[in-house]
């Protein structure tokens, strides 16, 4: 088993070139398998409240639906690096508040930091929740949970003027003490560029090969989401199709009788008949 990972190393890899590993998970069983291919970075997204939960965007998730699942991962991994994402309005009332949340994170669900949505606006309150002692990784470029401010769901930093800005908050980021930058949808010469700028480890997702990770939403990447598929997902498995095959079949050997069969059923040792007579 590989040594449990840390802020440290992921500092370490981004100066050795090395580069970052990322995958969503949100239960037990998924974090497992995660974890026993060796990837760095597991996180805990608000994006289960479209995958798993059935909501429009990530803006109903909670703060306890957020911690139930960090905990089912905490207890399903080994060596990955654990980042539980704030949800919407978890930190954006206050600082105190923000730390309070923050550390439930790390307290109640074992994780070892938070990920918070937002640029040089956010600074303070990322300052302040990394002075209580709460590892933060930032996250810039189209965030989720105010795309609606953004003009939607599209790639940000296109002209001159934003992408300054994106630059910015990026650099203003690390100076607030963030110990990694996601970078979403943001035009492959930006992440570059930002990437150059600083110091800490950028994580790319939507934003082209010269971050220094990636991360994906893992029901993406294995086929198994399919009511939206973004253009920057490879697709390397399509297990809904193979699902929903394993299903139908399963209920086709159902109705037929052919399910269980003698190896699925239990027998027992004594004639069933003897009971009938007693």
């Not at 990322?22 to 409240?49: K, P």
């Not at 003009?151 to 001159?160: E, H, L």
């Amino acid at each position: 088993m590989n040594k449990k990972r840390t802020v440290q190393d992921f500092i370490d890899m981004k100066r050795k070139g090395e580069k970052i590993s990322m995958l969503t998970a949100y239960d037990a069983s998924f974090a497992a398998l995660i974890d026993a291919a060796n990837i760095e970075m597991i996180l805990v997204g608000d994006s289960l409240g479209n995958v798993l939960l059935g909501y429009d965007s990530t803006v109903p998730v909670t703060m306890e639906e957020m911690l139930h699942h960090c905990k089912a991962v905490r207890r399903g991994i080994n060596q990955a690096f654990l980042v539980g994402d704030m949800p919407f309005m978890s930190y954006q009332v206050s600082e105190q508040e923000a730390i309070r949340n923050g550390g439930r994170f790390l307290k109640e669900a074992g994780c070892d930091a938070i990920k918070l949505e937002g640029g040089t606006e956010v600074c303070d309150t990322v300052r302040a929740i990394v002075r209580a002692g709460i590892p933060v990784m930032g996250h810039i470029g189209l965030t989720p949970q105010t795309a609606s401010q953004l003009g939607g769901y599209k790639v940000q930093g296109r002209d001159a003027d934003s992408a300054r800005k994106l630059l910015q908050s990026a650099r203003d980021l690390e100076t607030a003490g963030a110990f990694s930058l996601v970078l979403e949808c943001i035009p492959t010469q930006l992440s570059e560029v930002i990437t150059s700028a600083v110091s800490i480890p950028t994580i790319g997702i939507g934003a082209g090969k010269y971050c220094d990770g990636q991360v994906l939403v893992t029901h993406d990447m294995v086929g198994m989401f399919e009511k939206f598929i973004p253009s920057f997902v490879r697709q390397y498995a399509s297990l809904a199709a193979q699902i929903k095959k394993a299903v139908s079949d399963y209920r086709t050997e159902v109705r037929e009788g052919t399910f269980p069969a003698e190896d699925h059923s239990f027998n027992m040792e004594l004639d069933a008949k003897d009971l009938l007579e007693e």
